[in-house]
């Protein structure tokens, strides 16, 4: 028998202080089609514990592994190879059991590992200081914008053609309760990112401009002219990165002008994880770093004169007064920086820069033979591990079927941007360190054999 511990009266009293007429009132938002009205069909109102197991269990065969069967899959989310001393290292119990310290000066493992891994962030986003990480990419892209509507005290942000259109939704949501102007479009099946329709947006209002890097279809945009006009109108620039092992290979967005650059850093050490917990990355110039949200740690003296870690800045609601912090999403992901952080070490530079490459080379390979399959053609004239392919058909059905062969073929375009006819065709593939010259022609063979 449940516990309910509030009388009819009570809840009655409780909409009606948030204004709600009934408790579906609450659940508007929420599709109809997602809302379930009693029982779930197939599924018992109770089993025993071995028999949910087994259940389950016969439900998880249904799934492709990752790591099965050859994988193309991209779009803001990379299979790369983890060490396994990561996973070692990330389950010792000072590390697994500890959440956000709040009372951090006796947390100085944690601390350290926090300012290592702000400094591994600073330099690979070519920025002066970064926070110590966020709940995910998309959630700091929308933090950025909140920033840098307190820096610049306009409320317009121009989003790039080629920001992820999840990363688009995510802002659009929380625009809704600020007031902010968004100004958005769905990109071009073409080669290059269409770098002048960014800039011919930006006007005295704009508060910042939003540029992926690499973009939605794998191109890489020139930051330069961008950051030049967005600042020219008094605006910021905001790169968003969602594949920082790119960042082994091409210049950062810090030197091609971005004040702020974010991103999602599940691409090291985190793994795919069925989309989540994932890793927020957040770093600026040190001129707005009183408007960063999150946490940063510091390096300091005791009074012996060691060395020690101190919370420096924390600008997040439960530390300090709830009207003076500039975010309340700004979750640390503690655990999924730590693995960032020891996977990144164990590469160290020169590994990073020889990872990317192996991944642009694979990238190379691939995108060579696919583009011989009759029917298709490669989009982009440049890329690092992700590329845009045109099908000759719809590429959702596409998908299933090379599912179907055991091939995780890529993300359709269609699938990120449904109903849009000029991008149904389109298929984004990504191609990492994990693809082997076996995987690509099985990939190949089968995208022949559905299209014919």
């Known amino acids: 028998m449940r516990y309910l511990p509030l009388t009819p009266s009570d809840r009655v009293e409780m909409l009606a202080k948030v204004g709600a007429g009934s408790i579906d009132d609450l659940f508007i938002d929420v599709p109809d089609v997602a809302q379930h009205d009693g029982p779930i069909a197939g599924l018992p109102l109770h089993a025993s514990e071995m028999a949910v197991e087994r259940h389950m269990t016969k439900l998880a065969r249904q799934n492709l592994s990752a790591a099965e069967v050859p994988f193309f899959l991209g779009a803001g989310a990379y299979r790369h190879h983890v060490p396994a001393s990561v996973d070692h290292l990330i389950q010792r119990g000072e590390f697994l059991t500890a959440y956000t310290p709040y009372q951090p000066e006796i947390a100085q493992g944690t601390l350290q590992m926090l300012f290592e891994f702000q400094t591994q962030v600073a330099r690979l986003f070519g920025c002066d200081v970064a926070n110590a990480s966020m709940y995910d990419g998309s959630t700091a892209c929308w933090e ?59 006007d005295d209002k704009t508060s910042c401009v939003v540029v992926q890097y690499p973009d939605i279809l794998g191109r890489i945009p020139d930051l330069r002219p961008i950051a030049d006009a967005a600042h020219a109108k008094g605006a910021l620039l905001i790169a968003v990165v969602t594949e920082p092992v790119a960042l082994g290979l091409i ?6 002008g971005a004040d702020i650059v974010v991103g999602e850093g599940q691409s090291l050490g985190v793994g795919l994880q069925f989309g989540g917990p994932y890793l927020g990355l957040f770093a600026c110039k040190e001129k707005f770093v009183r408007q960063m949200p999150g946490r940063l740690c510091g390096e300091t003296v005791d009074a012996e004169g060691k060395r020690g870690f101190v919370l420096t800045l924390s600008t997040r609601e439960q530390h300090i007064r709830r009207e003076k912090a500039t975010s309340n999403i700004c979750t640390n992901s503690g655990l999924c920086a730590l693995a960032f952080n020891i996977h990144l070490t164990l590469l160290g530079g020169g590994g990073l820069a020889k990872l990317a490459k192996l991944n642009h080379g694979r990238a190379i390979a691939a995108a060579q033979r696919l583009a011989q399959v009759p029917g298709v053609r490669l989009i982009n004239s440049n890329f690092f591990n992700e590329f845009t392919l045109e099908l ?13 062969r055991d091939i995780l073929g890529g993300v359709s375009l269609g699938r990120l941007y449904p109903g849009n006819d000029q991008l149904g065709q389109g298929l984004v593939v990504a191609v990492t360190e994990t693809v082997s010259d076996e995987d690509i022609e099985a990939f190949a063979a089968a995208l022949q054999e559905v299209l014919a």
């Open 144 to 202: 950025a914008i909140s920033m840098a509507r307190r820096v610049t005290k306009k409320a317009r942000a121009v989003l790039s053609n080629g920001l992820h259109p999840h990363y688009v939704s995510v802002a659009q949501t929380m625009a809704r309760f600020t007031g902010d102007e968004l100004v958005s479009d769905v990109p071009d099946l073409s080669a290059e990112a269409d770098t002048d329709r960014v800039i011919a947006a930006i």
């Open 251 to 256: 210049r950062s967005p810090g030197e091609l």
């Open 392 to 404: 000759p058909k719809e590429a959702r059905p596409v998908i299933r079927l090379l599912a179907d």
